[in-house]
């Protein structure tokens, strides 16, 4: 079972998606953390995360970018929950701290397709590893009206990310004010 847990900033929906995967019953909770940490605040928010899903069973992977390195087997009786594709969509976007289209350190140019695909091959990679595959993603999408050609890009390839998601997930939850509405 595939679900999509979405919503507004503050709005519940890491709450609810832990929920679901300790509610599934299932003996292995895999808790797949994308932020990567810059300054006090992003480690005040990782340390916060940490204590709000203590005892709940979870097994915590880091995991900033590359979501189909994850190495799970084949495990039907494991709930997977990552949180979440907005963090980790700005995290291969902007992977080399270059602007997209630039080159990298490497000499490659950095693209939305490349981004992408990497994104959808982490999120099937996963769904063959587990019973419950539970993804946490944000509603950024009617926050502002004028944004720079970079932000605009990283809102283009969420979105892209998250219809695809829909289409493939078996459910799609949009969290308000910590009620889950039931979109799929």
């Known amino acids: 079972m595939f679900y999509v847990i979405t919503g507004g900033s503050g709005s519940g929906k890491s709450e609810y998606a832990e929920r679901l ?29 940490r204590r709000l899903r203590a005892g709940k069973g979870f097994t915590t992977i880091e995991c900033p970018r590359d979501l189909e390195k994850v190495s799970l087997e084949t495990n039907l009786s494991r709930a997977v929950l990552v949180e979440c594709i907005s963090n980790l969509a700005a995290n291969e976007l902007f992977r080399h701290n270059e602007i997209p289209g630039k080159k990298n350190q490497e000499g490659e140019a950095l693209d939305y397709p490349g981004a992408l ?10 769904k063959g590893c587990c019973e419950l595959l539970v993804v946490v993603t944000n509603e950024v999408f009617s926050d502002g ?10 809102i283009r390839l969420l979105g892209e990310m998250n219809r695809w998601m829909a289409e493939e997930s078996d459910r799609v939850i949009e969290v308000v004010y910590g009620i889950g509405v039931e979109r799929k």
């Open 117 to 126: 695909e990497r994104l959808k091959r982490g999120i099937l990679r996963l």
């Open 145 to 154: 009206m004028d944004y720079t050609p970079e932000t605009e890009g990283y």
């Open 21 to 49: 995967a300790t509610a599934s019953g299932l003996k292995e909770r895999i808790y797949v953390a994308t932020m990567e940490v810059w300054g006090e605040e992003g480690q005040r928010k990782v340390e916060r995360h």
